[in-house]
């Protein structure tokens, strides 16, 4: 059974920092492309970034040099490095596996930021 599992987000003030993980299992991970993304209340989902089999990174205009993403195949972890962040950055993060047949889901984890 596939699992695939956010964790890392809570409340941090504005400029502070987070550590996003999404941890899988039940898959082959390093045959996966993956990515964050996050959907604020109110707004449409927006992609945050991406890491492809071969660690290629791409990311949304609105974290370029703030946010970094990474992977760990051998404990089959994505990662995702939130420095600077701002008010605006506040949303439920989630994480997809995707290839050519199959995508898979996280729940989700809430990061909010708030003085």
């Known amino acids: 059974q596939v699992q695939v599992v956010e964790s890392g987000g809570g409340l941090v003030q504005p400029g502070g920092s987070l550590r996003l993980s999404c941890a899988a299992s039940?898959?082959?991970?390093?045959?996966?492309?993956m990515d964050w993304y996050r959907q604020a209340p109110g707004k449409q989902r927006e992609l945050v970034a991406t890491?492809?089999?071969?660690?290629?990174?791409n990311y949304g205009d609105s974290v370029k040099g703030r946010f970094t993403i990474s992977r760990d195949n051998a404990k089959n972890t994505m990662y995702l490095q939130m420095n600077s962040l701002k008010t605006e950055d506040t949303a439920v993060y989630s994480c997809?596996?995707?290839?050519?047949?199959?995508?898979?889901w996280g729940q989700g984890t809430q990061v909010t930021v708030s003085s």
């Open positions: 997809k596996l995707r290839s050519p047949y199959t995508t898979y």
């Open positions: 039940g898959v082959t991970f390093s045959r996966y492309n």
């Open positions: 890491i492809t089999t071969d660690g290629t990174t």
